[in-house]
């Protein structure tokens, strides 16, 4: 579509000829980078929202307004994605309120691999500044239901991230639901970064879960439409070829599944009876 400005080009030290590629947002360049490709391709990326995308051919695909549906970077080609506005955001807030401020991820991660699903019976859900897909809800808060004077720091992180991870799976029931071929999900962002919190989202999407060898998703992504651009590639699936490659895979655990399938029954039920609680709350906030 052009080059670089002269002032971008002073500023950055590049060539005034460096070309400039039409590009497209942050979540269809991860679906490109991630393999989205094709039918019964999906992609849950968690950074600071939580997206699960996946990969449309028909333009007339009526999802009843439940998620966004939008042109692919792909000619011709479209996608359907949810949000969960406080994915990574979630475990960023309890990390900042509840944490040493010494203490980084991977410590505050560390040894929730030894509590079970149901974090000891502490659900959380992660409408911490409202919610996305599928309640589209600006008032809705969050909550911890279940605390008694035995769980530990672990079971309430653990908890955070199932309770992202319950949202998430929201979106994925209302694919289910319209029947879409699902096989398996390429996970990107934050939360492909965690071993334990990678085999929760198998376990409760009952669903294989991939991760990339190469975990930088958008920016392969944006690489893809700039390099065929150029002409070094004819077609987006002739680059993924080449550079888009699975790292590691992790298979549903059975016992699991069950435990998650009943949790996500009692999750779900939060959002209804704490909205009008919620409500009446409003007028308290600051």
């Known amino acids: 579509i052009g080059t670089i400005t002269s002032e971008v080009a002073e500023r950055t030290g590049l060539s005034k000829e460096t070309m400039v590629f039409a590009g497209a947002a942050d979540n269809a360049c991860g679906a490109l980078g991630a393999g ?10 968690i950074g600071t929202s939580g997206v699960v995308l996946s990969f449309e051919k028909d333009s007339t695909l009526d999802f009843g307004g439940k998620v966004h549906y939008f042109n692919h970077a792909i000619q011709d080609a479209y996608y359907s994605m949810g949000v969960t506005l406080s994915a990574g955001h979630s475990l960023d807030w309890f990390k900042q309120n509840f944490s040493t401020k010494d203490e980084g991820f991977e410590e505050l991660l560390d040894g929730i691999d030894q ?9 959380f859900t992660p409408y911490i500044i409202g919610e996305r897909t599928p309640y589209s809800d600006a008032d809705i808060r969050g909550s911890f239901i279940g605390i008694d004077s035995s769980h530990t720091k672990k079971e309430f992180v653990r908890a955070v991230l199932e309770g992202i991870t319950f949202s998430l799976n929201e979106t994925i029931e209302i694919f289910k639901q319209q029947e879409k071929d699902v096989r398996s999900i390429i996970s990107i962002g934050g939360g492909a970064k965690n071993k334990v919190w990678l085999q929760m989202q198998a376990d409760i999407f009952n669903i294989p879960i991939e991760t990339l060898a190469n975990e930088q998703g958008p920016g392969v992504g944006a690489a893809m439409i700039a390099a065929i651009g150029l002409g070094w590639y004819s077609t987006v699936e002739e680059y993924a070829e080449h550079f888009v490659k699975v790292g590691n895979r992790y298979e549903p655990i059975n016992a699991n599944v069950g435990a998650y399938a009943e949790l996500y029954q009692i999750y779900r039920q939060i959002y209804t009876q704490t909205k009008q ?9 600051r």
Request: with cysteine; charged share 20%.
């Open 36 to 45: 989205v490709l094709s039918e019964g391709k999906t992609m849950c990326s």
């Open 115 to 123: 509590i079970g699903p149901g974090s000891n019976g502490l659900l």
């Open 277 to 285: 609680l919620n409500q009446r709350l409003k007028r308290f906030r």
